[in-house]
Every structure is written in C-alpha cells, then in structure tokens.
Nanobody
C-alpha cells in the first residue's frame, strides 16, 4: 500500500519559517521524482518545487530563493524548508511522487497539510 503523509504545517506570521515533511512508503522512493504542490482556497493546485534523485531542484518563480526542497532516500522522505513566508503562501501543501515508464505516468499524492501565513 502506497502512503504519503505530510506534516509540519501550521499558522505562522509573515516572514516566518516552516519545514514541511512528507513520509512515504509502499513504492520505490529513490526511483520517483518528488514534488511539492499547493492549493489556495478557490484556486487551482499549483506546482511549488521538484527534486529527483541526484538531480537539481526546480522551483516555481514565486518561491525560488525562499523555499528549499530536499529528500532523504534512506528514510523515503521529502522536505520543504520555507522561509520568508508571505500571506500568498497560505495554502494546503501536497506531496507528490511520480515517474514516467514509457508513455505511462504513475502518480501518488498525499492528503496535504495546511499552511496559514497571517498576523
């Protein structure tokens, strides 16, 4: 059974810091690209950051320089260090694992963790 469980969300003031974690099991973690996505109320889910094993992180322009994605293949976990948080970062943050096998994409999603940036 595949599981992805996000944690670390919460309420933080503008300019604050949070570290999200995603614990995974049930699939070959190091063979998957790990992403973070987010969805704000009334908006579409949007890409935040991505990291493949041995690869270079990719970030959306809105978070580049403020967020850092990392992964620990020995623990099958992925992290998102978020600094200089802004109200616009308020959203539910989702962990996503995916890989391409030929033409077929396999995708796994977590349930999300709420991040609220507010005074």
């Amino acid at each position: 059974q595949v599981t992805l469980v996000e944690s670390g969300g919460g309420l933080v003031k503008p300019g604050g810091t949070l570290r999200l974690s995603c614990a995974t099991s049930g699939f070959l973690f190091n063979a998957y690209v790990m992403d973070w996505w987010r969805q704000a109320p009334g908006k579409k889910r949007e890409f935040v950051a991505s990291l493949m094993t041995g690869g270079t992180p990719n970030y959306d322009d809105s978070v580049r320089g403020r967020f850092i994605i990392s992964r620990d293949n020995t623990k099958a976990m992925v992290y998102l260090q978020m600094t200089s948080l802004e109200a616009e970062d308020t959203a539910v943050y989702f962990c996503n694992a995916w890989q391409m096998q030929g033409q077929m994409q396999t995708n796994y999603w977590g349930q999300g963790t709420q991040v609220t940036v507010s005074t």
